[in-house]
């Protein structure tokens, strides 16, 4: 990240960067089976029925593996936004299977999120997880869980109404990483418990004129566009489709019989998905931060 850094201070906007990542390390021995039987939950199946072929040696685009241009680009994404409009990102484990975190998010740091293996800024909460995660793994199953993510200093105008909102936005990056099935802002799926006099956000206007309202259940974003309080959203993962269990399932001449992970598997993929969710965010909002730049200037 150092290097993106450093590239990012001699570039201009439009300038072409080339992100290129060899990995040394790939074992598609352990994915051999694989070539003939499909993974329950995974893109296997699917991969093979649009395209008539798939990367079994490790997953292919289906892989987190592919995230990791996303995280590059995002870091560069992210100091743009740090540097020229003053938005900060931070992300972090909040839900491991049951066990649930009572985050404020906005007072997370990201060192309290880095300061442990599964980055819940709880460090009480963090070691149950730790453990949760661990006891699921010797048993060669695996779990899900929710990634929160606080977005502070956004102005108020950012996004566009119908087919780009920002929210719309936001919520095709995040359903489009690996394992995420679900997305939600401000309030989300909860608001729905509430009536309007409950879930609406008073606007309020301080001495200097500046607007801001009493609460932010519609997480920071109405009518598509920022509305100058924080952006808070979270992402859900499902759990990791590659267990090391023996499940049912079918080979590719569509006869069933059963099949046992082997290999590299995360028994949780939530902890790794943090970096991910914010350079997703990142890419998102530098995006809308330049179109309003643009839009300033005509």
């Known amino acids: ?113 880095e300061d442990n293996i599964v980055r819940c800024p709880d460090p009480v909460v963090a070691e149950h997880m730790i453990q949760h995660i661990d006891a699921i793994r010797k048993q060669g199953d695996s779990v899900g869980g929710v990634v929160g993510c606080a977005v502070k200093g956004c102005p108020a105008g950012w996004g566009d109404p119908v087919f780009d909102k920002l929210e719309a936005d936001l919520a095709k990056a995040m359903l489009s990483l690996p394992a995420c099935k679900g997305f939600e802002v401000g309030s989300g799926f909860g608001g729905t418990d509430l009536k309007g006099s409950e879930h609406n956000d008073f606007f309020r206007a301080d001495l200097d004129k500046n607007v801001y309202t009493e609460t932010n259940r519609s997480g920071g974003i109405q009518g598509g566009i920022t509305n100058g309080q924080p952006i808070l959203f979270r992402a859900a993962f499902k759990p990791t ?58």
């Open 241 to 298: 489709a590659t267990i090391l269990m023996e499940q049912r399932t079918i080979n590719r001449n569509r006869e069933n019989t059963t099949l046992k992970g082997r290999g590299r598997h995360d028994p949780c993929v939530v902890p790794r998905a943090v970096p991910i969710v914010e350079a997703m965010a990142a890419l998102v909002l530098v995006d809308h931060a330049l179109r309003q730049q643009a839009y300033n200037k005509t």
């Open 1 to 113: 990240m150092e290097i993106l850094s450093g590239v990012l201070d001699g570039m201009t906007l439009g300038t072409p960067i080339l992100l290129l990542v060899h990995n040394k390390d790939a074992r598609p021995a352990d994915y051999k089976e694989i070539s003939e039987k499909y993974r329950p939950s995974h893109a296997d199946y699917t991969y093979d029925a649009k395209y008539g072929i798939r990367a079994w040696q490790g997953g292919g685009r289906a892989s987190a593996r592919e995230t990791i241009g996303r995280v590059a680009a995002g870091a560069i994404a992210r100091k743009l936004l740090r540097e020229r409009f003053g938005v900060e990102i931070v992300a972090w484990v909040e839900k491991v299977h049951h066990i649930v975190a009572n985050i404020d998010p906005l007072s997370v740091t990201r060192d309290q999120v």
